[in-house]
């Protein structure tokens, strides 16, 4: 029986090399909303958001600004990528946090608490994890920048509320540490959220498009990589073939993957990001990736994802061969 004909189970969980599961592909992954332990003066209009605007001097509005314009345009970020991002602009990661923790007192922003579900403490309360809790845009920060940038999209705060908001802040966190490590390494030079791809833009959108800085050696184009997220708590290997097929169809029709605002004869790249080389694995070996008219890489978090390897980002892609049971690991150059 070929690999073809052979049925893949979808396993629960596939854990990295170390035997460990990453916090933002955990299927038992939960998190809630927390108010600030102090007092808490929420903003709730944009006048009332304005109004303390108008109060901070001109570099406390600058930095803070820039903040609430950096979580929005992340949708969802932890505190460690914030002060990555923030690091960039000239902010240290003291005063990234201490303008943070004002914003949150005042509602600009909104801090959630991570938790798995399964895993419970001795009173039988559910184990609470240290990594930098994820932040988002609160109501006042929401309205100020909408006000400021029109037009542009900004995450509700309801939007977490929701029974899906769990799973979208796994899927934000996990993005944004490919854009923040790509940005350091100076691999990104643009990205953007659900660009619109074939001739409709009611097209079911992709999660993400990066482009890549001047790459050398082989790799020398004008090159575009649409980005896919695999997530244990769904059902990603029918998700991601049925993604595929649709790429598949947008090719045929136009001779190459059309995505708005991108050049026809720029290289675009299907990129699947997922949590370990064992999810790499069974993908290619459910559909093989390797049999489509596009590229189709993917990117694992298990390469890249600590501190102890800055620009780690670049040697963690991998192509598949035309054996369903092999990936070649590879580095970019910039």
Known sequence: MTNNESPV????????????????????????????????RPTTTLMDSISHTSRWNQNVYQARLTILKVIGDAVC?????LRRYMALAGLSASQTSEH???????????????????YLDESGSPISLKNPAPITLGIGGWYLMNHFYSGNFFAKPDMWFQQSGSTA??????LNEIRCAGV???????????????????????????????????????????IERAQMSQRFIDFLRTRLEEYRRIFTEFGYLKVAGVDKEAHVRV???????????????????????FDVWVL???????????????????????????????????
């Open 300 to 334: 694992v978090d298990e390469w890249f994802d600590n501190d102890e390897e800055p620009g780690a980002i670049t040697s963690a892609f991998a192509r598949p061969s035309a054996d369903f049971s092999k990936l070649q690991r590879i580095r970019l150059s910039v």
């Open 100 to 118: 943070i923790r004002y914003l949150r007192d005042r509602g600009f922003v909104d801090r959630h608490k991570c938790y798995i579900a399964d």
């Open 271 to 293: 990129i699947l990001s997922v949590s370990s080389y064992q999810v790499a694995k069974v993908l290619h070996e459910s559909f093989g990736l390797h049999k489509y008219p």
């Open 169 to 174: 802040i796994q899927r934000y966190v996990a």
């Open 9 to 40: 189970i979808q396993m629960k969980t596939f854990p990295r090399e170390d035997g460990s599961l990453s916090l933002w592909d955990h299927p038992s992954f939960s998190s809630y909303k927390t108010t600030p332990k102090t007092t808490h």
């Open 77 to 81: 970020s932890n505190e460690n990528q």
């Open 184 to 226: 350091e390494a100076k691999l990104i030079t643009n990205w953007r959220w659900y660009p619109v791809v074939g001739s409709s833009p009611h097209e079911k959108k992709p999660f993400a498009l990066m482009q890549l800085g001047n790459l050398t050696e082989e790799f020398d184009d004008r090159s575009y990589m649409l």
